[in-house]
């Protein structure tokens, strides 16, 4: 028999029903093993020697595997075709390994872009050696990750400063503060612009005034109403004008390329209003059941064969006129385009349906679309651009019609109005030749104020990202949640991005005292040393000690820092932020403002407290009438590190490994650690250590003495509980509990 290992479970079921009778085909759920979450799993001084663990509640998928393997003969690791896949699968061979499991069976590496039998079948009989490289980028990557969080999350958690700090995610939220620092210093300019109301016949049309008095007039040129009115006195209506030039011009506009990860999450956000998240969520499900390519790329490129079937496919169904003579081809952007070699496209391009709902059927219908169309030919128009002059005031009016002659591509998908340059906005004129009589009726003055840097959406951050070369395909969706999760930005209704009091003070500490590790520069050099790495062009030592010691001199220079000058920096960082609009002095007694740090988040106050107690909630963020820092039920999990999450459930705040529910109604998501997380979770586990008393002769129950219970020791049997002093005897033990009154032992299960 043959064992076929993959990272999910419905692409196992998938999988079985292409290979059929010899075969067995098993999900490991995503990773099975992490870094201990403790310090020292990455020893810094030993070569970066790594600890790891099975991630809890994996234990289970972990014997299944085992459990398959004794019938198997042939071994296939056959995870994602990426980074991620291949650490998978190399942690999976290693923990056979240790389990001494593997007896001399046979071990293949297996990788495909799409979940068909054809692609399958060519993998398994293609395999290949674990790629060295590519694990050594994703050690690089996870040592960087975890050696940055536990350097510095503790200074973060000492002073309230935040959460934690991710190497992408804080870029990210730098970003984000950087743009509404843009949006609050902006100051808006007015200008005005003149319209015309135009009559040929009894045909009608607008012009824009182009040129008043022989001088060229362009967006910014009139910037006041008196200058306006000016120009309106020298124009009484109407005005008899005249054709003075023609131009006409033939315009095509390209189809778009296939998508790959960026673009689909911009696109979805754009026409489906999708979250990253929820995108790849639903890609994820097309792709395990064969119905797309992997979705995890940065590949514009596709295959002879999907071209050759694209355009079968638009031969038969639109004809020859939309078929270029050779296939349309698209350079891909990344210079580093990794692992993932296609473009993220239909498996099929025939006319077969498939029995979709909701999220995947929105998102199938778009990657069908946009795959037939970049296929396609060019949408073609006639542009007309028309001046039309009136001698006296020497002003010349322009007016520009568009008309679409050969659909193209655009007969299949049309991206949003948006994204089309104004030659591309169809819009007709009459027909005109030079030396037509042209009236205009009516001008139409308009006031206009510039407008300030438009807010991150999901899909322009994403675009922004890719732009300057931070992260990669499978990071995208992560980074999104993660700074939303983190409470380091909101969203407002239009869904763009607001940085929170707390995103706005970790932006400043990080620029501060860790300018390297929130240096857009840095991170793209990171990224492409990742990219080395996995290339074989850089060992895996080098690449860590070239960022890891540097960043250790910033976090040892920054322990010893005190307060107050951090908050210090932290206020004239922010100072236009902070008091803008209000200025720094107390309203109530005249001293001096400052920015305040507490576990429940920061914010303005009096520097003379406690005489005087005055307090201001920091401006930033969504103002959701509440402060950011609380933690009520229904908001986000936290993810702590090493497979604990941070949680609020139906009876409060709780931390959980998976296996394990925790009660923490002490802590918000603010003031919870890794740390705190784990030491509850170890006194829980030690308090199961109970110990046997013996058998209640009235029940046949054992009776269990729990020395360190949450409300101190306790005996309990049988689901009643008693508290005491001191482990008591068997009989004392027996009369506790049999004397049990009724109503108190509801009363605690009431509790529970």
């Not at 050690?139 to 992408?168: C, E, M, Q, T």
């Not at 003075?244 to 033939?250: H, Q, T, V």
């Not at 956000?269 to 064969?290: C, D, N």
């Not at 919870?672 to 209640?696: C, D, F, P, V």
Request: aromatic fraction near 8%; hydrophobic fraction near 35%.
């Amino acid at each position: 028999m043959n064992l076929l290992i993959v990272e999910s479970p419905s692409k196992a079921k998938t999988l079985e029903k292409y290979l059929g009778t010899g075969w067995r085909v098993v999900a490991s759920v995503g990773h099975v093993r992490d870094l201990i979450p403790e310090n020292g799993s990455v020893d810094v001084d030993n070569d970066y020697a790594m600890k790891w663990q099975i991630m809890p509640g994996k234990e289970k998928q972990i014997k299944l595997i085992t459990d398959e393997l004794k019938k198997a003969d042939n071994v296939y690791l056959a995870s994602d075709p990426d980074r991620e896949g291949e650490a998978i699968a190399w942690h999976l061979l290693d923990i056979l390994k240790d389990k001494k499991a593997l007896n001399n069976k046979k071990i293949y590496r297996v990788a495909f872009h799409e979940i068909t039998k054809k692609a399958v079948l060519d993998a398994i009989e293609n395999p290949r050696e674990i790629d060295q490289n590519l694990v050594d980028a994703y050690l690089v990557r996870r040592a960087l990750d975890y050696l940055i969080g536990f350097g510095v999350s503790p200074l973060l958690w000492r002073r309230n400063l935040g959460k934690s700090v991710g190497r992408v995610q804080s870029v990210a939220v730098k970003i984000v503060v950087d743009r509404e620092r843009e949006i609050e210093k902006f100051v808006p300019k007015e200008y005005w612009s003149l319209n015309a109301e135009c009559t040929k016949g009894k045909d009608t049309f607008d012009a824009k005034l182009s040129q008043f008095s022989g001088e060229k007039i362009d967006k910014m040129t009139i910037e006041s109403q008196t200058q306006m009115d000016n120009i309106l006195s020298k124009l009484p209506v109407p005005i008899a004008t005249t054709v003075s030039g023609i131009e006409k011009k033939k315009i095509s506009r390209k189809p778009a390329a296939p998508f790959i990860t960026s673009t689909i999450q911009q696109e979805a956000a754009r026409k489906l209003y999708f979250s990253s998240k929820r995108t790849m969520s639903a890609a994820q499900k097309l792709y395990e059941q064969g119905l797309i390519t992997y979705m995890r790329t940065d590949s514009t490129n596709l295959s002879a064969d999907s071209i050759a079937g694209i355009r079968g496919f638009i031969e038969q169904e639109y004809g020859n006129n939309f078929l270029p003579k050779t296939p349309n081809v698209y350079l891909t952007k990344s210079k580093n385009a990794q692992e993932a070699h296609e473009a993220i496209r239909p498996t099929r391009f025939d006319s077969a349906s498939y029995s979709l709902e909701g999220d995947e059927a929105k998102l199938y219908e778009l990657i069908w679309k946009r795959t037939i169309a970049c296929q396609m030919c060019n949408a073609e128009f006639d542009s007309v651009s028309v001046d039309i002059t009136e001698t006296k005031s020497k002003s010349v009016f322009h007016a520009v019609g568009t008309t679409r002659t050969f659909d193209g591509f655009m007969k299949v998908y049309q991206e949003d109005k948006d994204e089309a340059s104004e030659d591309d906005k169809e819009s007709k004129l009459p027909q005109m030749s030079v030396g037509d009589d042209i009236i205009i009726e009516k001008l139409n003055s308009n006031q206009h104020f510039t407008q300030p840097p438009a807010r991150y959406t999901e899909a322009s951050l994403v675009k922004k990202l890719e732009e300057l070369g931070i992260g990669r395909p499978s990071t995208y969706a992560t980074i999104m949640s993660t700074i939303v999760d983190r409470k380091y930005v909101e969203q407002d209704k239009q869904r763009r991005f607001i940085p929170t009091s707390g995103g706005w003070v970790i932006s400043a500490y990080l620029s501060k005292y860790f300018s390297d590790l929130i240096d857009v520069n840095f991170t793209v050099k990171t990224e492409d040393t990742l990219d080395d790495v996995s290339n074989g062009k850089v060992a895996k030592t080098p690449a860590l000690s070239a960022f890891w010691k540097p960043t250790q001199k910033m976090i040892d220079a920054a322990k010893d820092i005190k307060t107050t000058e951090i908050i210090d920096e932290i206020n004239s960082n922010m100072k236009d932020h902070l008091f803008k609009e209000s200025g720094d002095k107390c309203p109530k007694c005249g001293t001096t403002l400052s920015l305040k740090l507490s576990k429940y988040g920061a914010f303005v106050g009096c520097s003379n407290y406690p005489t005087c107690d005055y307090t201001k909630r920091l401006g930033g963020g969504v103002d959701n009438g509440a402060d950011s820092g609380t933690t009520g039920a229904g908001s986000a999990d936290v993810d702590l590190g090493g497979g604990i999450l941070f949680k609020t459930g139906r009876f409060g705040p709780y931390v959980t490994n998976g296996t394990k529910n925790v009660s923490a109604k002490k802590y918000t998501s603010e003031t919870m650690t890794l740390e705190i997380a784990t030491e509850l979770l170890s006194a829980e586990k030690a308090k199961a250590e109970a110990i046997e008393l013996g058998e209640n002769p009235k029940t046949g129950k054992m009776i269990l003495f729990y020395p360190d219970g949450r409300f101190g020791a306790y005996i309990s049997s049988n689901k009643v509980n008693v508290s005491v002093k001191e482990q008591p005897s068997l009989d004392e033990a027996i009369e506790l509990i049999n004397n049990k009154k009724p109503s108190a032992k509801k009363s605690w299960v009431k509790k529970k």
